[in-house]
């Protein structure tokens, strides 16, 4: 079945650190692929997305490449700050179905 | 600025009553999920309709839970009887899943949530 797995948390960084956080995917097709973040005391929001083989998503700074040879969609940024302090969550929606799947959040804590 | 409401936004309750969440989902989308997040268990798909009929419930404990939309305005997740187990935030969110050429708008907007505690 469809899936996604990504790293587990706590990330604690240092302000204007390197951001990594891992996601990568089993499914059938080409499906589309979410980061979305969530905010203390907030629902999920977009961040970023790509919808096909070496599409690049980017806001806000961070970055992610859909890659289909590995099955990746990592999250990157070159300089955290404070307020990128939040729950990350790798998705994907599969081809053919309108069901979203969610892996189990990242959450990062930067440090000033 | 289009947004995915809910109500209401805390709910506190005693076991045993029932408990009615509503979701007014972005005016356009035609699809409309439920999740539940907790600590333990993440967030968890319990239910999703689209135009407004309902796909998939299997996430949902089916003798206590049920979800409906009487109307594409309105999605209803309601919880009779409810139990303390049942604690959690409970997201609504749509999304437009219609096909536009060769782009699929597939974007889901999330509530901001009910957070539900059951005494």
């Known amino acids: 079945g469809n899936s996604v797995t990504q790293m587990e948390g706590p990330v604690t960084l240092s302000e204007e650190a390197f951001l990594t956080i891992n996601c990568t995917y089993t499914?059938?097709?080409?499906?589309?692929l979410f980061w979305y973040v969530q905010y203390p005391g907030e629902g999920l929001q977009l961040l970023l997305k790509a919808t096909k083989a070496d599409d690049k998503g980017s806001n806000k700074g961070f970055e992610a490449t859909y890659r289909k040879e590995t099955t990746s969609f990592h999250l990157e940024k070159g300089s955290v700050q404070v307020s990128d302090s939040a729950v990350y969550f790798c998705?994907?929606?599969?081809?053919?179905?309108?069901?979203?799947?969610f892996g189990t959040g990242t959450r990062l804590k930067v440090l000033a | 600025d289009a947004r995915v409401t809910q109500t209401p936004r805390d709910k506190v309750t005693e076991m045993g009553q029932e408990v009615t969440m509503r979701c007014q989902p972005i005016?356009?989308?035609?699809?409309v999920f439920w999740y539940r997040q907790t600590m333990m268990q993440g967030l968890e798909l319990l239910a999703y309709f689209r135009n407004r009929a309902p796909l998939d419930d299997s996430g949902m404990p089916k003798d206590r839970f049920s979800a409906e939309m009487p109307d594409a305005t309105l999605a209803t997740l309601k919880i009779q009887p409810s139990e303390p187990r049942d604690s959690a935030v409970y997201f609504c969110a749509s999304a437009d899943s219609r096909d536009r050429g060769r782009e699929k708008y597939n974007e889901q907007f999330f509530g901001p949530g009910t957070r539900l505690t059951v005494l």
């Open positions: 499914a059938t097709g080409y499906p589309s």
């Open positions: 005016l356009g989308h035609n699809t």
């Open positions: 998705a994907l929606r599969a081809t053919g179905t309108y069901k979203y799947i």
